[in-house]
Each structure stands twice: as C-alpha cells, then as structure tokens.
C-alpha cells in the first residue's frame, strides 16, 4: 500500500473490463437563446472500475459539468450517463437522491463537513440519511487507516484542512460506493497534506478496489491516477494511459495550442 | 433519527444566531403568557366587582331613584314582617369624605347588616357584630389610613369606632362597612337595594310593596354573571386581538429571518442533498430546526411573561386590588409554549420549501446563494389584489352596516384592514423596489446612500419584512390617534350640546325646584334659569369658576346633586386617557416586535454581506460610510412603513369613527407626525448594534478569496 509519500503507481495496475460509468453522446447546455452555453458537447468517455481517473482542461472545458453529471447532481440534455448499468436519464429526484447516498462518495475541495456535527458524526451522515447503521467492523478500519481514530469527537472547525479532507475520504468510503467523485480535492490543502490525500485516494483503488474520478488542474496530482480524460470545449481531448508530471504537462501545452473548437 | 440531531446540534453551535432568529416570538411570547395571566388573575376581582348580590338573598327590590330614605325603610319594614322571611338588610351606598389618622379622604361606604347571611363582613371568630356607630375596615384601607382597631374615624361629622378589620373586596379603594342607621344619619348615601332572605315569592313581595323592581336573588346573580363573563370575554377578546398582532409581526420577522439564514447555509443544505438527503428530509431540518427554536424562545417568553405577571399581581395584592394568590394557570402557559412553537414552525414554512428546493451542484461550486432573489411577481399581484378588493368590499360593507349595528360595522372595518394588511404585506417587496427607484436621483453622490439604496431594492423581500411590521406598528397607533382624536371631538361636541351650562341640576332630582332656583337667584355670583327638565346655573358675569362653585355650594341644602361640566368633561376626557394608555401599551408590543425585526434583519444582512462591505470598505469607503450606509438602510424601511402605516392607520381610523356615528374631528396632525418621526428615529437606534459590527468589518476580507 503507498500512503502518504512517494504516491507512485503500482505497476501490475490493469483495466478492469467492468465499467464503472459511462457517457454516451452527452450534451449538457445552459442557458437559452443568445446566452446559451454548451458545456458538453456529445461527449463519450468510459472509466473502468477500480481505476483512478483524473479529468483534466482548461476552466470553461466541461470537466466539472462532466464530474456532476456523473454523480447524478446534473442532468443531460441530450445523450445518456450511465453508472453501471443504471441510466441516470431516467430517474427522477428521489432515486437520484437514493443514488447518491448509496452508489456515489464525495470528496470536496475544502472537505465540506457540516460544521455542527462531529466528524464521526460527518462520517456516518450518508447512512444515516439513510436510516442504516454502518459497518462497526468496517469503519474501525477506515478510520484506523486514515489516522483520525482519535479526531472524531472533534468538530470540523478544530481539525486541520488535511485532516477535514481525511474525514471526507472516510465519508465517501463508509457506504463502499460504486464510484468515488473528487472535484479539486487538493485545491486548499498544502502541498504536504495535498500529497498525503492523493497517496489516501490512491490506495482507495489499490487496496479498496474503488473507482475514483477527480478533477484537478495540478499535473503532479494527474501523475498519481491510472489515466487522464482531457478535455477540451466539451468533447474528450484524448486520454493519457500511466501518465507522469511530465506527459501531461506536455499534453496539456498541445491541446492549449491547437485553435479552439466551434461549438 | 440524523434530522432532529442535526437540527439540535445546529442551534447548540450556533446559540446568538437560534436567539436572534427567535427573538420576536419570545417577546410576542411573553406579551402573551403576561397578558394571559394577568386577565386570569384580575377574574377574580371582577367577579367580585360584578357579583355583588350576597349568595343567601331570595329576592332583591329596587327601589326607585326618587324615593327617600324613610320610603326605602318602610319598605323594608313591610317586607321584613312577611312570615316567609327570615332577613331583610337595605344597601346604602355613597362615597364619604371620611377623617382618619389626620388626613381627610373619600372613601366608598356601603351598609351591611354586621352578620348573618346578608352580610359581606366574614364570619366571626369572637367579639361582637358590626354596631351602630362603628366601621368595619378593609385590611388595604386600614393599612393606609394608619387606623386599627378601637381608633375613631369621621365620616361626614359622623364618629365611628373602627370595629374590626378584614378581608373585604376593595378594588384598590377605601372601604368601610357601615350599619344602616349610620348610612341614614350620614345623608348623602343612596338606598340602592333591599337584599332579603327566606323562602320568598318575588310576586308576593312586589304585590306587597307596588313600583319597586322585584327580581329573584338567582335572577339578579345571574344577570351579574353574565355582566361579569361579557367584560371577561370582551376583555379576553381585547386581549386576543393584541396577543395575535403581536405575533403575526413575529411571524412575519422570524420568516423573514429563517430565509436569510437558511439561504445563508445554502451549501451546507446543498452537501446534505449531495450526500443523500432527500427533499422532504432537509424540509423537516429547517422545520423541526424552528420547532426548537420556537420552543427555546417560547420557553423565555413564558419565563419572562410569568415574571412580570407575578410582580404586577404582587404590586395589586399589596394595594389591596387583588386577594387571592397568584394563579400560574400552568394550561395557559403551556398554551403559549405550543403557540410560539407553531408560530414559529409557521414561519418557516417559506424556508423549509426553499431548502427543499436547494441545489445539490452548490455544494461544488463557490456560489453562495442570497436573499437576494427573484419574487413571483405575478402570483403576488393576483393576490394582492384579489385581498385589496376584497378588503374595500368589506370597507364598504362596514361603511353600510354603520347606519344599523355599530358593532357589525366596526368587526367588517377591521376585516377590511386585515385584509389591506395582508394584501401590502404580498406586493411588500415591489413597493420596497418602487421606492428605492423613487429615491435613486436622489442619491447623488453619496456612497453610503447608495449601497443603502441597492441593498434595500436587492433584498426587498428582507427590506419589505422590516418595513411591514413597522407599517402595522405604526397603522395601528395612527388609527389609534386618530380614533381617539375623533372620539374626543366628538364628545366635547356632545358636552356642549347637551350641556350648555357650566353646571346643572336635574330638576327630578330636588324635591322643590323652585326653592333651589330661589335660593341660587339670591347669590350675585350666580346666573340661573330653568330650561325643561335642568336648572341651568353659569356664572354672573365678572365671576370665576372657583367662586361659581363656592357660591352654589354654599346657596343649596347639603345632597343636593349639581353636576359639573368642568367635572363631567374631565371625567370623559380621563377615560378616553386610559383608554389611550392601554391602547398604546398593548400596540407598543407589535411596535417593539418591529423594532427588533429592524435589528435583527440589518444584523443578518450584514452577516451577509461581509466580504461585499470589505470590499467597499477596501476601495476606500470609511468605517463611518459603512455605518451610515446601514443606518440609512434603516430609515429608508421606516419611512416606508411609517408613511404606508400612517395612511392605512389614518384611513382605517377613520372608517372606524364612521362605523361608531362619531365625526372625524380636526386631523391629530401633530400627534401623527410625532409617531411618523418617533419610529424612524427608533428604528435607527434598533440598527445600532448591526452599524457597530459593520464598523469593525476588516477591509482586509474583502480580498480574501472566497
């Protein structure tokens, strides 16, 4: 298991042939007549299960549209989004809801804890909205693993960033969900607790079998995930398989040079 | 189980922000438990007051106003040889300048028969009954006057040894109890009943004794209690209208409120969808959240209600107005507890379906939402104006029934208002947005007016809660004014038509007018003629209204009834002051109730908008402008709720004077313009604390990113 430090791929990491979710042909617009924006613009990706994705591009490219369609927070508005085998098209706010509280984890850029409750009481929130009680045996271990055994009497305001952002990943984790979604979960951290959380999201898929997608502007935290989707306009930019500070770095410097696409 | 934890634990991390958001149903609260327990209270004394016919009479006589003393005990006498009866006790009554312990005062005496059934003194333990030539004392009344028992007082030239002292009903007067004999020696007191006991038939009784009223003693008793429950249901009513006012102001603040804060944790809503919380949960958060927050407040005002209930009864126990010991009347404060907590469940009912509606994507991105939001505009149109029809049909209907029943006329009045109430309270935040376009010319060049400006037109939902209770604060004293202005002109009016003298005596009550008139005639300070049923006296001319009245005092025979303008007018006047006096202090609540609102409101906004008052603050707006611009955001509600408050007060004033067939009078400018200024004013003060902690924002925050 690679923690904290030296947050380098395991090298027998493969594809699984399961996906975890999907989009296909997927449009999102906002806005109406002059004003309209197309964030999306038929845009196809897959990511496989028990793989760390990293979804990358310039801001207006889609990535966080892309990152709340896929968590069932947004809606298409042409095209499908499928978690598994479950169109997310077709459900309305009560099943997304049940979606959301049992198939998709959270990790927020600034942890995103409530501020009243404890963190072991923010731990267990999903389930508990859920009226379920969550595994002793199971949240023992996170927690021992996260190193916030001893934190979880304390409310949010008397934690470190790094370790709100802890409690978030033991959040996300609780309900075992068939898709972890990070959106900039390194944004206000320090490049140490930045590290640290990048090393916790990466074993997540390594020793937990979880897939996770996060989106971020920071190419060394791209190095740590399996593969990147860049993205550029609305539509996929291509995908860097095992990438390193440098690749994306590289292809990030291409795809900004090419002339912008027409939507 | 997560719903209420996280509710409770939100209100225990967040104590100022629950007391501030429940602050004006507390107060509303303990307007209500105080009220409630003082009506409890004061029953038993008006019982008391009203139910003066001993338990023990059969049958009651009244005898008519004309006849003498020596008439009145005849009748007695006739009655009192009857085989059926078995006591018989004539009731004096008058009020006696009476000489005790060197100071002379007025006191209320009334005859009592000193023991038996008929009388009021309690029963004996030892010594003798009530004699002739003796007083029976209240405790309050003895206390006062610094007498015991064996001291003598005067009544009248009259001495009498104080008896005993004891629990009597005095109504915060002086009281004594006196034989008949002694009533009749005095002179001045009225025969106004004879009680009797004994298996009576009322009409043997009145075959007996001719043009006297014979009523059974269950006939009369029944006719004071039903007296007794009117007042106590026309003041429990009263009190209902005023407890209602108060808290529909707390409604409307405490909605206010609980959308601010509730927009203000918009991410926080946001990440509970995010995580898996459905709609209807995060409704019941921001409900069972305002359950107990309305609970917590209702549990202070009911505490600061009783307080004040238990020292005002405590002040009347010790002045003799009230006997018995304070009633708590448990079920009634519990009353109020579930009253505040559904008020204030009521109230955020807005919130909770706005938080229904959040957006789960909030909690990813850095936008934060505001009160600052569109209104429906159409769907409040419809109904304002659906209301405001509604309430001129209903003016009208009133206008109409005031020629057949006043008090149809004046219910269909105040329906109108409420009606006209509710309709402003709908297009409130249009008005609001009207009346900062209004004002943007004059802005000019003014930082602090114009973030004031923008501010009350962006959050005219906020703005129009603040100005709204201030509008009903101030309607209802403007109508208030405004009635009593009518009121008072209207009976100066009556005064001088009826009585076009500076004093009268009714000729029917003189024995021999024209001794009277000749007797007044002789003085040359005195002016007199008869004028149908009056002797109508002024003073001769170069004669002053002191040596009038000493000269007449001394021209007619002692008793004799002369009624006084000076006097009566003082006395109208008199009650409508006290009329007044209650009016305010029960309307004074709705206006503290909005004054709070105006405090609490600006606080929040300024919780809000702390990074923007940084930002301006950052590019050179100073701590004062900072403070100006809030204080000027204050006015600007008030004077929108003081001039809508003012018309609709004046106007409904008005059409309630014309529901009761009193003329209006000339228009309480002064007093209008007093309450016009006093609330703007008063609402600047309310912004005091809000202005101090927008002072301190550090313009340092305002680069801060966000």
Same mark, same amino acid.
């Given at each position: ?186 944004? =206000? ?8 959380? !990048?090393? %916790? ?63 | ?135 029976? %004392? ?32 005095? /109504? ?58 009117d007042?106590?249901v026309g003041?429990?009513g009263a009190?209902?209208v ?19 804060? /509730? ?24 409900? /069972?959240?305002? =359950? ?71 909690? !990813?991105?850095? =936008? ?11 769907? #409040? ?7 405001? *029809? ?7 209907a009133g206008?109409?029934a005031a020629s057949t029943d006043e008090f149809l006329a004046l219910g269909l009045t105040a329906l ?22 209004? *004002? ?88 007199? #003629?008869?004028?149908? *049923? ?67 409101? %600006? ?26 611009? *809030? ?24 059409l309630a004077?014309n529901a009761l067939g009193m ?21 600047? !003060? ?19 990113? #966000?």
């Amino acid at each position: 298991m690679i923690l904290a430090d030296g947050h380098s791929r395991p090298s027998n990491t493969v594809p699984s042939s399961k996906l975890a979710a999907r989009t296909v042909d997927l449009v999102r617009e906002y806005g109406a007549g002059d004003s309209r924006v197309r964030a999306l613009d038929g845009l196809h990706i897959e990511l496989h299960s028990r793989r760390f994705t990293a979804i990358m591009g310039a801001s207006g490219s889609g990535k966080s549209t892309l990152l709340h369609c896929l968590a069932g927070l947004d809606r298409a508005t042409s095209g499908r989004i499928l978690l598994g085998e479950t169109d997310l098209g077709g459900l309305d706010d009560a099943a997304l809801t049940a979606i959301r509280r049992d198939r998709i984890g959270f990790v927020f850029q600034d942890g995103n804890l409530l501020p009243h409750l404890t963190a072991g009481e923010n731990i267990d929130l999903g389930l508990s909205l859920a009226g379920r009680r969550p595994d002793r045996a199971w949240r023992t271990e996170l927690v021992g693993r996260l190193g916030i055994a001893d934190r979880l009497r304390h409310l949010p305001s008397e934690l470190s960033g790094g370790q709100r952002q802890r409690v978030a990943v033991a959040r996300a984790l609780l309900g075992h969900p068939d898709l972890i979604v990070a959106d900039e979960p390194t944004g =206000a951290l320090d490049s140490a607790s930045g590290g640290a959380l !990048l090393g %916790l999201l990466r074993s997540c898929v390594d020793d937990y079998g979880q897939t996770v997608v996060m989106v971020t502007h920071d190419p060394s935290a791209a190095a740590v995930t399996d593969e990147v989707v860049l993205l550029k306009d609305g539509r996929s930019a291509g995908i860097l398989n095992q990438p390193t500070r440098e690749t994306v770095l590289e292809r990030v410097a291409a795809i900004s040079a090419q002339p912008g696409a027409v939507a | 189980m997560i719903v209420p934890q996280t509710a409770v634990r939100s209100i225990r991390r967040r104590p100022k922000q629950a007391l501030m958001m429940g602050l004006a149903i507390a107060l509303a609260t303990a307007f209500a438990a105080s009220s409630i327990l003082i009506a409890i209270n004061a029953r038993a004394a008006l019982v008391a007051f009203g139910m003066t016919t001993p338990e023990a009479t059969d049958v009651v006589v009244v005898p008519p106003e004309s006849i003498d003393n020596e008439a009145v005990a005849h009748m007695a006498g006739q009655v009192a040889a009857l085989p059926e009866t078995d006591e018989v006790a004539v009731e004096y009554l008058g009020d006696v300048s009476v000489e005790a312990g060197g100071l002379t005062s007025t006191w209320k005496l009334t005859s009592d028969p000193g023991s038996g059934a008929l009388s009021a003194i309690p029963d004996l333990e030892e010594g003798d009954a009530l004699q002739a030539g003796e007083i029976y %004392l209240g405790v309050s009344t003895a206390e006062r006057s610094g007498v015991s028992v064996g001291d003598t007082v005067v009544a009248a030239g009259r001495e009498l040894v104080v008896a005993g002292i004891g629990q009597i009903h005095e /109504f915060g007067m002086d009281v004594g109890l006196i034989t008949e004999e002694d009533a009749v020696a005095i002179g001045s007191m009225t025969p106004v009943q004879i009680f009797i006991a004994g298996d009576m038939d009322p009409d043997a009784v009145s075959a007996l004794i001719g043009d006297s009223l014979v009523i059974s003693g269950e006939e009369q008793r029944t006719d004071q209690a039903r007296t007794v429950t009117d007042t106590l249901v026309g003041v429990f009513g009263a009190l209902t209208v005023f407890v209602g006012l108060a808290l529909l102001s707390a409604v409307v603040i405490v909605g206010s409120t609980f959308r601010t804060v /509730f927009s203000r944790r918009a991410t926080e809503l946001a990440l509970l969808r995010c995580v898996g919380a459905g709609r209807a949960q995060l409704r019941r958060l921001v409900l /069972f959240e305002a =359950a107990c927050i309305g609970l917590l407040s209702g549990i202070v005002g009911v505490a600061v209600g009783w307080a004040l209930a238990a020292g005002l009864v405590a002040v009347a126990q010790s002045s003799g107005l009230l006997t018995d010991a304070f009633n708590s009347a448990p079920l009634a404060l519990v009353a109020c507890l579930v009253l505040a907590t559904l008020s204030t469940v009521v109230a955020a009912l807005p919130a909770a379906k706005a938080a229904g509606k959040a957006s789960p994507i909030a909690a !990813l991105s850095a =936008a934060r939402a505001t009160e600052a939001r569109s209104t429906r505009r159409a769907v #409040r149109l419809v109904a304002a104006s659906v209301l405001a *029809l509604s309430a001129v049909a209903t003016g009208a209907a009133g206008a109409i029934a005031a020629s057949t029943d006043e008090f149809l006329a004046l219910g269909l009045t105040a329906l109108s208002g409420v009606l006209l109430f509710v309709a402003l309270v709908c297009i409130g935040p249009f008005i609001v947005q009207w009346f900062a376009a209004l *004002l943007r010319p004059l802005t000019g060049s003014s930082g602090a007016v114009r973030v004031a400006v923008s501010n009350a037109r962006r959050s005219s939902r906020r703005t129009a809660a603040m100005s709204t209770v201030l509008m009903l604060g101030v309607g209802l004293t403007a109508s208030l004014v405004v009635g009593v202005a009518g009121a008072t002109a209207d009976a100066r009016e009556d005064m001088e038509s009826n009585f076009s003298s500076a004093a009268i005596i009714p000729v029917d009550f003189v024995d021999d007018p024209d001794a009277v008139v000749d007797l007044l005639t002789e003085h040359p300070a005195v002016d007199v #003629r008869v004028d149908g *049923l009056d002797i109508l006296i002024d003073p001769a001319p170069g004669t002053g209204a002191v040596e009038l009245r000493s000269a007449v005092l001394e021209s007619v025979s002692d008793g004799t009834p002369v009624f006084w303008a000076s006097d009566v007018r003082a006395g109208i006047e008199q009650t409508l002051l006290i009329g007044q006096i209650i009016g305010i202090v029960m309307i004074s609540v709705t206006l503290i109730v909005a004054m709070v609102g105006v405090m609490v409101t %600006l606080a929040l906004s300024v919780a809000e908008r702390r990074e923007e008052i940084a930002l301006i603050r950052a590019l050179g707006m100073t701590r004062a402008g900072a403070r100006r611009s *809030l204080a000027i955001e204050a006015a600007l509600a008030a004077t929108l709720g003081s001039i809508t408050g003012v018309v609709f007060g004046s106007g409904y004033g008005l059409l309630a004077l014309n529901a009761l067939g009193m003329s209006a009078g000339a228009p309480p400018i002064g007093s209008l313009t007093a309450v016009f200024f006093g609330v703007i004013i008063a609402s600047i !003060l309310a912004a005091a604390i809000p202005m101090r902690t927008a002072g301190r924002v550090s313009p340092a925050i305002g680069m801060a990113a #966000r």
